[in-house]
C-alpha cells in the first residue's frame, strides 16, 4: 500500500481567507508543513508544530515532514530549528526535516550547492542521523539549482500529473527517479480540514518501509529477495564458496563483502552456468566423461535424441543435492 500526505503552509486557508493549521481530522499518517522561508517564519508554524506534536504522541501521526524554503544567505536551517523548537517539535523521534530548494519564480539563480550541501550536513549532525534529512528538487525545471548533491540524500520531486504514481508528459530526469522516494504530484489535492486544494504527495512505499527509509524507530526496510533467497545456500557462516573458472566471471559480481549473494551466486555459476553436469551415455550407465552447463547439457541431450526421462532423473538428483545442502 502507498503513502499519501499533505504539505501546507500559511498559504493553505479556511473559506474566509484565514491559515489554517492542521487538527484531528486530518487523515493520513504522515504530514508536511512549512516552518520558514529563508529568514520569515511561516505564520503558524509554530501551532502546526505544537499540533504535529500532540498528533504524533497520540499516535494519529506516524512521520512528521517539516520543511524549509531555502534562501540563499539567509537563516533557513537555523531558523527551522529554532521554530520547531519554539513549537515543541524538535527532536521528536518521529521528525525529518526536507530541505526545500526551489527558484521562487527566478529569484534565485546559479548553482547553490555548497551552501544547501552545508545545510544539510549541519543537519545531519543535529539529528545525528543522515536518514532523518530529505532533499526536494524540481528536477525537471530547477536541476541548475543543486547541481552536486550529498551522498545517499533522497528526495520528493514535485511532477504534476494529477495522478499519484504516474508521472507527467515531461518526467523527471532518471537520476531524479532513482533518488526520489515519493513524488509530489498535485497542487489541487482535496483533504481535511483545508476547504481548499493543497500539495498532495505520495510514495509508493508501504509506511513500515518509508520510517524505515528515512530513520525513524519501528520502520521495516524493504526486504531483499536475493538475499534472502541466498541466505538459504549458505550453510556455514564466514564460509565463501569458491567461483570455478573465476576468469569468466566479472568481478563486480564477486564481493565477499556481502558471502550470501556471493554464495548464491557461486552456485549458480558453478552448478546452472558452467561444467556441473554430466549426460547419460549411450549405455545409460556409462556417464558421457564430457560435462556440460544445465542449460547446455539439456539441450544437447534433446538434440541427440537421449533419453528424456533420464535427464529429468538427473535433473531432479541434481536438485535434491544442491536443497540437500550438499557441497
Not at 238 to 250: A, E, F, G, Q, S
Request: with cysteine; aromatic share 10%.
Amino acid at each position: 500500500m502507498t503513502v499519501t500526505w499533505a504539505d501546507t503552509s500559511q498559504y493553505n486557508t479556511d473559506n474566509g481567507g484565514r491559515s489554517l493549521p492542521i487538527d484531528a481530522s486530518y487523515p493520513w499518517p504522515v504530514y508536511s508543513f512549512r516552518t520558514n522561508s529563508g529568514d520569515k517564519t511561516d505564520t503558524i508554524a509554530v501551532e502546526n508544530a505544537r499540533r504535529v506534536r500532540s498528533l504524533l504522541d497520540s499516535g494519529k501521526l506516524a512521520l512528521a515532514l517539516p520543511y524549509y524554503f531555502f534562501r540563499p544567505g539567509q537563516a533557513n536551517c537555523d531558523l527551522h530549528r529554532d521554530v520547531l523548537t519554539e513549537g515543541g517539535l524538535w527532536g521528536h523521534p518521529r521528525l525529518v526535516t526536507m530541505v526545500d530548494v526551489e527558484s521562487a519564480n527566478g529569484q534565485i539563480r546559479g548553482d547553490q550547492s555548497d551552501e544547501v550541501n552545508d545545510e544539510v550536513d549541519r543537519l545531519r549532525g543535529w539529528y545525528a542521523n543522515a536518514k532523518r534529512v530529505v532533499g526536494y528538487l524540481n528536477a525537471v525545471a530547477d536541476a541548475g539549482l543543486w547541481r552536486t548533491r550529498p551522498d545517499a540524500l533522497p528526495f520528493i520531486t514535485p511532477n504534476y500529473s494529477h495522478t499519484p504514481g504516474v508521472w507527467a508528459s515531461t518526467p523527471p530526469p532518471k537520476w531524479m527517479q532513482a533518488l526520489a522516494f515519493a513524488q509530489q504530484y498535485t497542487d489541487r489535492g482535496r483533504c481535511a480540514p483545508w476547504p481548499n486544494p493543497v500539495d498532495l504527495n505520495q510514495s509508493p512505499l508501504e509506511l513500515p518501509q518509508l520510517l524505515a527509509l528515512l530513520g525513524i524507530e519501528g520502520g521495516t526496510a524493504v526486504s531483499d529477495p536475493i538475499v534472502d533467497g541466498a541466505g538459504q545456500l549458505h550453510p556455514f557462516a564466514d564460509k565463501i564458496r569458491p567461483i570455478l573458472h573465476p576468469d569468466n566471471v566479472n568481478s563486480s559480481t564477486r564481493s565477499p563483502e556481502a558471502a550470501w549473494p556471493y554464495d548464491m551466486w557461486a552456485d549458480m555459476w558453478n552448478e546452472t552456468v558452467w561444467d556441473g553436469f554430466t549426460l547419460p551415455g549411450v549405455d545409460a550407465d556409462t556417464p558421457d566423461p564430457e560435462r556440460h552447463s544445465l542449460v547446455g547439457w539439456t539441450l544437447t541431450g534433446v538434440a541427440e535424441g537421449r533419453d528424456r526421462g533420464e535427464i529429468l532423473k538427473r535433473i531432479e538428483a541434481k536438485l535434491d543435492q544442491a536443497l540437500g545442502g550438499a557441497q
